[in-house]
Structure formats: C-alpha cells, structure tokens
C-alpha cells in the first residue's frame, strides 16, 4: 500500500487549499483515513480523521475551517482547508489504518507529506 499526498504550497492568510491523499496498492479494507501535521520544531500532530462508516472528528484548533471527506470508492481521502492561518503552516501527513488482504491485522501506512505554507 502506498499513499499519495498532493495539494500543497503557498497560500496567503485567509486562503484556502485542498490536499488529497490516495492510497493504492492493495486493501482490502480501510478503518480510518486521517490528516496529520507538523510543524518546523515541532512534533507531529492529529488534524483530523474519518472512520469507514463515515464518523469524523477534528483537532480543535481546525474545527470550523477544515473538512475532511473521503471517495471510498478511488481510497481518497481530502482535507479542504478553509481560513487559513499562518499557524497552519506545516509538513501535512496522509495516514491510514487498513487490512490490506482479507484476515489480515490492521496495517499503518504513511504518506510522504506535502508543504502547506500560510504567508503574505
């Protein structure tokens, strides 16, 4: 299983952007999708995630200005990022828990990050 992570860059404060994360590969089954981030000097942290039956919860510093949704069908999951600040600026993480074969444990997987810089 592979994750692709795409979307980011250079947005100034109040802007918006919309990242995608596919994963591809084989998967059989994905439990959850989220949305990770970190910051220069900083340690990685939960953006936001979203369960196979649909159930979604947010960091509480992005509740109100990001959304996470998800293409079952193509195993993409998205975060458009709504008002963003310059605190948002980090290195933005795909991460997914999935069986990639059937009877298989639960596997995580990690994208390879994508920029999202917030600056005038």
């Known amino acids: 299983v592979q994750l692709q992570a795409s979307g980011g860059g250079l947005v100034q404060p109040g802007g918006s952007l919309r990242l995608s994360c596919a994963a591809n590969?084989?998967?059989?089954?994905?439990?959850?999708m989220d949305w990770y981030r970190q910051a220069p000097g900083k340690q990685r942290e939960f953006v936001a995630r979203?369960?196979?039956?649909?159930?979604?919860t947010y960091a509480d510093s992005v509740k109100g200005r990001f959304a996470i949704s998800r293409d079952s069908a193509k195993n993409t999951a998205y975060l458009q990022m709504n008002s963003l600040k310059p605190e948002d600026t980090a290195v933005y993480y795909c991460y997914v828990l999935a069986a990639p074969y059937s009877g298989s444990s639960w596997r995580s997987y990690w994208g390879q990050g994508t920029q999202v810089t917030v600056s005038s």
């Open positions: 590969g084989g998967i059989f089954k994905i439990n959850n």
């Open positions: 979203i369960l196979d039956g649909g159930n979604i």
